[in-house]
């Protein structure tokens, strides 16, 4: 008989990796806000559930892959939340990018009802969490790092431990997705610079994508804004502008002066200011400074 | 018989890739300001010149890999410079990084002079050259490109095209130093603030450089940064202010707004007014964010 | 028969305005966290109360001169706070420096217990006010506005009216404080730049600071900066960095990009960074710059 | 019989100081590069000269107001310029805002010729030149200093002195320019921010512009950038570009890093872009952050 594990949140991410969990042999019990949702899994192998508490209900494991620090919240703190059903010693995997405070906070809270926390925020697009390609950070104590290894390698090609604080595995994601967007300021500058001397974006990006950058950031990215081409939005400028004033927030708390995390926050509010807040977070960057150029 | 070609300029970048011409089967007529350097190459495959003029003396290709715009031009137009020797017909292949201006006027001169100038500035440390893994960045008219590339194939692994105008590769080479400044700051920013959450320095570098971010530049100077590791100094803070003045000077003369160049030109201008001009120039990112968060 | 007021805060800037109105002819029914500083005012025209409550009891104003938010908030509201005893129709005027949406959470808490709230912050040090020098920035509806005139011009060298809105006496006095901060950053620029080309720092200030600039922003700091005098500490790095948070997150809320606010909340993070969370703020831009410039 | 001096540049502020020289009982040899501009003044204590060289003959004092230092050096170096003819031991008098570096080689040239350089830039606009109110910074050898002093009172309302060698004058003035842009950029933040939150931006700019920031920049500037208002053109933004690139390679060359330098040379820099070049450069400022505010 197959192990049931809780699974909520079947977004763009949620979904691929909920299938992933079905193909490695779990049985899943969903949660989603919006039910429909759940038909895109295979029904012999999930039991839909009406509230996080229905799906925490009996399971070693729930993962939660969710939007913001409010949603996580609500979803294991509220009247149907995980913690009212959430067997004792069992795991909750949160793959979201949250705050680290917040994950703290979540962390104390399980711990008062006798189950447990693991922060495990990923890197990788739909795509990647399709092709088991997602990259995981972990942090909590070692041994839920342990029991939780078999059903994220299902998901992914790599584990990577910072550590048993809670929230040190958000700063990592974090620290990441303001890498991603200073890569993509400085790929619109360098190719904006470019541009102007009469070379091809697409030829610099290329050039850069397949020799001394030739990491999954700069190919992707480096296509995108050297085409300028931001449709169809994989990510919002709005909620990359959250994610950068996250950064902002622990560089004040750590004082951490970070001048090119302001950049970037500025970067992105002018798109919001103009109205682009719905627009690919890439355009913010590539048509930010184009428009400064008078391009 | 061999064919004999030019070469100037036994730097640390210079000598292994003179060493790849000879293995593979040229004649290097070779000049060098210090003659003593000569001595580090197979003496059987060298001629050792006294002058610019006489290395270019017969050849059909001169190679200069210099230091800067002042130097590469005094050898080409010097007394006893390229031009009073190189036959009609010849094509100097100049790989320094110096301003597309300086790499325009050379052309000129080449023209009037009845011989070519082809722009050929490379990407890769001395390692690199030494196992034949430059990248070369080409401009200039489509026949030179091809006629030099058997001989430029033979100390790298990719030749890429950036049009016939001389500057062009030019800018792109700056343009491609201007990105590897913004990621050691983007890399030096990231990593002080996850050390001030308590997370390893190193831990945090070899996820990114394994990961998402796992091109060469993160992967090396990622590791100098997390480590605080700058010796032996590989490229000074000096001459990357320098380099970063040119991609001010680029911005400015197109008109191109570069925050983040500005960004970089003061963080290696503190590093010159605190007296470190003479360290490695991932030091001037990587301390210079670590001190002014007080570490 | 004297009229009787409420006045609630002794520092440094309250005890010269409690003076003021003394001297006017108002009693003052006074309360201070720390009962000493009572002392400090003429005991035969102040009555010493031992809560918010007892000092607004009976009175048609209440002045509060406090430090942030939280105890604005806290002194309005509290158990024993001001609106447990304010008469209908009286008027709170509060000269703090808050955010714009305490100021309207408080406007409204007034609005439901049938007083009235005044936003009124000041420009000025404690000289001025000792000088009556201050100038009032007011915001909230015209009729309380009129009210407090004669009150406040007890104290103050101009009143400005900036709308009926509580919050927006706020914003303005945030935004001088901005411009003050800019102010002390463009000085300690330009006094460094010209001491490195062998010019007395002080020549510098004085002659900008009785010419184009002579307004008393650059004739006080330009003096400090100038001379690198930063004792006695006038005002903390770290009340000037918690105005620039201030500042920086109306900028956000606003969509507004104020690229200079983010470089003076890196200058000051910076003094917090390296322990100077205590020292005038003027010196987290006099020595900050200077310190980048290898001084 | 009057003392006769030489004049040199009827632009905008020549013209004004001319005049103020006549009227101080000054016979002026008069060139301008557009004759025409000579009859603006009062012909019968003017003599209209053809050449530099014509109006440096025979006097004391020959006094430039000229637009860049290429002009400068022309007129003071070229075939007929005023080295030819000046007599030994006179003093140029050279008010234009040049680089300092330029300064220097013009003083020396003087002195190889027995004649001497006062660096003299001042400070104001066309109608504080006509009401005999410009500002004068001084450097070079003090006697000189001291023989020109009451010419330069005919015209200004305050002298001061920056030191013996011939570019600390120019540095001063340099810095003041600055300070203005920034002032500017400061001023559009700030003004752009309130107006967000629905305050008059007039009214703001009147309120720091009659109280803490009371000086002429923040009167005069304030206004124009609080009302949008930037015709007639005052000063373009090609040459407030310029002047901030000076100041840019001032930072350089003396290891001064100056973030907000840079900050305003990509504000000026992005309204040469889009085609602003010849527009007012308070537009720059005040429409750069309007724009990036999505206003």
């Given at each position: 008989?197959?192990?049931?594990?809780?699974?909520?949140?079947l977004?763009?991410?949620?979904?691929?990796?909920?299938?992933?969990?079905?193909?490695?042999?779990?049985?899943?019990?969903?949660?989603n806000?919006?039910?429909?949702?759940?038909?895109?899994?295979?029904?012999?192998?999930?039991?839909?559930?009406?509230?996080?508490?229905e799906?925490?209900?009996?399971v070693?494991?729930?993962?939660?892959?969710?939007?913001?620090?409010?949603?996580?919240?609500?979803?294991?703190?509220?009247?149907?939340?995980?913690?009212?059903?959430?067997?004792?010693?069992?795991?909750?995997?949160?793959?979201?990018?949250?705050?680290?405070?917040?994950?703290?906070?979540?962390?104390?809270?399980?711990?008062?009802?006798?189950?447990r926390?693991?922060?495990?925020?990923?890197?990788?697009r739909?795509?990647?969490?399709?092709?088991?390609?997602l990259?995981v950070?972990?942090?909590?104590?070692?041994?839920?790092?342990e029991?939780?290894?078999?059903?994220?390698?299902?998901?992914?090609?790599?584990?990577?431990?910072?550590?048993?604080?809670?929230?040190?595995?958000?700063?990592?994601?974090?620290?990441?997705?303001?890498?991603?967007?200073?890569?993509?300021?400085?790929?619109?500058?360098a190719?904006?610079?470019?541009e102007?001397?009469?070379?091809?974006?697409?030829?610099?990006?290329?050039?850069?994508?397949?020799?001394?950058?030739?990491?999954?950031?700069?190919?992707?990215?480096g296509?995108?804004?050297?085409?300028?081409?931001?449709?169809?939005?994989?990510?919002?400028?709005?909620?990359?502008?959250?994610?950068a004033?996250?950064?902002?927030?622990?560089?004040?708390?750590?004082?951490?002066?970070?001048?090119?995390?302001?950049?970037?926050?500025?970067?992105?509010?002018?798109?919001?200011?103009?109205?682009?807040?719905?627009?690919?977070w890439?355009?913010?960057?590539?048509?930010?400074?184009?428009?400064?150029?008078?391009?």
């Amino acid at each position: 008989m197959k192990t049931k594990i809780g699974f909520i949140g079947l977004g763009n991410l949620g979904t691929p990796i909920a299938r992933n969990f079905i193909e490695a042999g779990y049985h899943l019990q969903v949660y989603n806000r919006t039910v429909e949702k759940t038909k895109e899994l295979d029904q012999d192998n999930i039991t839909v559930c009406h509230s996080p508490a229905e799906a925490a209900n009996g399971v070693q494991f729930i993962v939660t892959v969710l939007s913001n620090d409010t949603v996580v919240t609500q979803t294991t703190t509220g009247e149907e939340g995980i913690l009212k059903t959430l067997p004792k010693g069992a795991i909750h995997i949160s793959m979201s990018t949250i705050a680290p405070d917040t994950a703290k906070h979540l962390s104390q809270l399980h711990e008062q009802a006798g189950s447990r926390y693991l922060t495990s925020p990923v890197f990788g697009r739909p795509d990647a969490a399709a092709a088991k390609k997602l990259w995981v950070c972990l942090s909590g104590a070692q041994e839920i790092q342990e029991a939780a290894r078999p059903l994220l390698e299902s998901t992914s090609q790599g584990i990577f431990n910072f550590g048993e604080e809670a929230g040190q595995a958000n700063v990592v994601k974090l620290a990441g997705n303001f890498m991603i967007q200073a890569s993509m300021e400085m790929m619109a500058e360098a190719y904006t610079l470019t541009e102007k001397f009469g070379i091809e974006r697409t030829a610099v990006a290329d050039f850069f994508g397949s020799t001394i950058f030739n990491a999954p950031i700069f190919k992707n990215y480096g296509k995108l804004i050297a085409e300028h081409k931001y449709e169809p939005v994989g990510f919002t400028s709005q909620l990359g502008y959250k994610d950068a004033s996250l950064v902002a927030k622990l560089s004040q708390e750590s004082q951490t002066p970070m001048p090119l995390v302001a950049l970037i926050q500025n970067r992105l509010l002018t798109a919001l200011a103009k109205g682009r807040s719905e627009r690919d977070w890439a355009e913010a960057f590539g048509k930010g400074v184009s428009n400064d150029a008078g391009l």
